[in-house]
Every structure is written in structure tokens, then in C-alpha cells.
């Protein structure tokens, strides 16, 4: 007897809630299909419309999660579990996560002011919280960059919407600092014209803004130049590396003289 009440039991719950369990399958494989295609038409509708990579990845990702909690909301509703509770259930943990996760809001509302001000954007070159690299992808919650030296570098949406950034991208062009020093016995006119040369025979050094070259201070044991060549972004690292071997090389040709960095030490020992 105690078996076939069981059986009865069994039957009558597959009766109730047989149904609504396979209505709430169909409706999330089928809701799933129906979000999965109308992020990939949204995304194309942006492409078309040539919207900015930052901000498509960032929309299409929240758009992605409210969809999936509606769609979970509206599978629970139809197994029978009451949605006006399940969302004041939701709007309480709501708020107790809320407030265990102060940053983690705080990073969701710096993600929401990057898209808004657009300080930076997909594949610029930038400098933030002590780190450099190239914006890969911002995020709702961080923004992850490609350092120089290939490594990804994870930052918070709130600590990069509130601190500095250096963006070197958006005026297109960057100037280069370097500093040579030559003994004072050179004459400062022929390595003007040395260090001019090297600049103006280098094909990524761009003619406007011209470049400069000028003494920079008379140290303890050597004439310093400031030089300053400009170039497009992506060309610094070469015109910076290019220009210090080939000046090295022009200033031995014309037989100008560059003080050992010791001899200012030994001098001092003196």
C-alpha cells in the first residue's frame, strides 16, 4: 500500500508539474536562441552603423545579462515559483550584495563614465594607474590592456575613471625625449649639425613639428643636447632606439667626443 501511495504521489506531481517543468525547458532553449540571435543582429546593426568598438562591446555585454535575468525570471515564473516574491527576493539580496560590493558598483559606474566621456578607446596607447599598454577591451566592471612587453593587464572601471590617464593615441603624434653629451672640447655648432643630421635622415622622424636640438645644460664633465625629434605613435620605440644607435655612430664618425658616464665620478674622487 505504502508503494502504490508513492506511485500515486509520483503520478500526480508528473501531472502538475510535468507539464511546466518541460514549458519552462522549451522556453529557455528557446529564449536562449532568441537572445543569442538578437545580440548577433544588434552587433551587426552597430557595425553598420559604425559605432565605436568600446562601446558596442560594453552594450552588448549588459544587454547579454539583463536578458538572461528576465529570461531566467519568466522560466521561473512558469514552474510556478511566484515572481513578485522571487523579486522582491532579488531586490533584497539586491541590496545586501549592493553593499557588500560598494566597489564592485563603484567599477560598474566607472565602466558607465568611460563609455559616456570616452577618454580612451579600443586600441589606444595609454598610461594609467602606474601601468602602460594598448586598450584591448573595456568591460563593465575593468578594462583590460596589452602591455608593451605582451602581458594583459587587468584595471578597475573605478580606479581608471578617477585617476589620471595619459592617452599618447589621441593627438596621433608623440615627441621624443632623448639627452647626448659630448666632452667639452666639441664644438657645439658641428654637433648641433651632427645630431640635426641624424634626425632629418631618419624616414620616421616627421618633418612638422620640426625637430629640435638645443644645449641643455653644461654638466660636470660633458655639454648636454636636448633632442627632440616627433613621430607618429606607433613609430616612438623606433625612432627612439634608431636615433640613439645612430647618433652614437655619427658623433664617432665626425670624431666628437662622448664622456664615459665614470669620468664625473673619478673627477670627484679627485
Known amino acids: 500500500m505504502d508503494l502504490q ?14 507539464p511546466k517543468v518541460l514549458a519552462a525547458i522549451a522556453i529557455w532553449i528557446i529564449g536562449s536562441f532568441i537572445i543569442k540571435n538578437l545580440l548577433k543582429g544588434i552587433r551587426k546593426a552597430m557595425e553598420k552603423r559604425d559605432y565605436d568598438v568600446s562601446l ?21 515564473g512558469t514552474v ?29 559606474a566607472g565602466g558607465v563614465l568611460l563609455m559616456i566621456f570616452k577618454p580612451i578607446k579600443v586600441g589606444d596607447l595609454i598610461e594609467a594607474q602606474g601601468e602602460i599598454g594598448v586598450v584591448k577591451e573595456i568591460e563593465i566592471f575593468t578594462t583590460k590592456l596589452t602591455g608593451l612587453s605582451n602581458k594583459e593587464i587587468i584595471i578597475p572601471n573605478g580606479a581608471l575613471s578617477n585617476g589620471n590617464i595619459v592617452n ?3 593627438e596621433g603624434t608623440r ?50 643636447f636636448a633632442v627632440r625629434p616627433w613621430c607618429n605613435t606607433e613609430d616612438y620605440w623606433d625612432v627612439y632606439f634608431d636615433v640613439t644607435e645612430q647618433t652614437k655612430e655619427a658623433l664617432d664618425a665626425a670624431g666628437i667626443e662622448i664622456p664615459y658616464p665614470h669620468q664625473v665620478e673619478i673627477q670627484k674622487q679627485e
Open 175 to 224: 615627441r621624443v625625449d632623448l639627452v647626448f653629451g659630448v666632452g667639452y672640447d666639441s664644438n657645439i655648432k658641428q654637433t648641433k649639425e651632427v645630431l640635426t643630421g641624424v634626425l632629418t635622415s631618419h624616414p620616421k622622424v616627421l618633418k612638422e613639428p620640426a625637430p629640435a636640438v638645443t644645449v641643455m645644460e653644461l654638466a660636470d664633465s660633458s655639454i648636454n
Open 80 to 108: 510556478g515559483v511566484e515572481t513578485t516574491s522571487f523579486a522582491a527576493i532579488i531586490a533584497a539580496a539586491g541590496l545586501a550584495i549592493g553593499l557588500a560590493l560598494q566597489g564592485s558598483l563603484g567599477n560598474f
Open 5 to 18: 501511495k508513492w506511485i500515486d504521489k509520483g503520478y500526480e506531481l508528473i501531472v502538475d508539474f510535468g
Open 56 to 76: 558596442k562591446k560594453f552594450l552588448l555585454n549588459l544587454l547579454g545579462w539583463i536578458l538572461k535575468i528576465v529570461l531566467i525570471i519568466v522560466v521561473l
Open 168 to 170: 599618447y593615441t589621441t
